[in-house]
């Protein structure tokens, strides 16, 4: 089975900074493609961030200049360092990747992890 754990969140006031981890674990071959993904209250979940294996990263434009996204393919784990953060970006943060099993390499599954709650107060 595999699993993406996100940790980091919490509370912080605006123009401050955190940084999010989302760690894969389980009977891992490989992974392609990484990301963050959020959602607020009463909207839907989007795409935040993106970072392919080879290190290519895609922004949502709210995001572009204060987040960066980065991986560590040894320890399959994806990062989100945000800074310069405002109330707008209160969310639920959620680790998603496209995984290939061991056994099922040829095939890669998309997982989420369960989120990690980010709140920004004015």
């Known amino acids: 089975q595999v699993q993406l754990v996100e940790s980091g969140g919490g509370l912080v006031q605006a123009g401050g900074s955190l940084r999010l981890s989302c760690a894969a674990s389980g009977s891992i071959f490989s992974i392609d493609t990484m990301g963050w993904y959020c959602q607020a209250p009463g909207k839907q979940r989007e795409l935040v961030a993106t970072i392919t294996r080879v290190g290519s990263t895609n922004y949502a434009d709210s995001v572009q200049g204060r987040f960066t996204i980065s991986r560590d393919n040894a320890k399959n784990t994806v990062y989100l360092q945000m800074n310069n953060l405002n109330p707008e970006d209160t969310a639920v943060y959620y680790c998603?990747?496209?995984?290939?099993?061991?056994?099922?390499?040829?095939?890669?599954?998309?997982?989420w992890g369960r989120g990690t709650q980010v709140t920004v107060s004015s």
């Open positions: 998603n990747a496209d995984i290939r099993r061991h056994g099922w390499y040829w095939r890669a599954e998309n997982f």
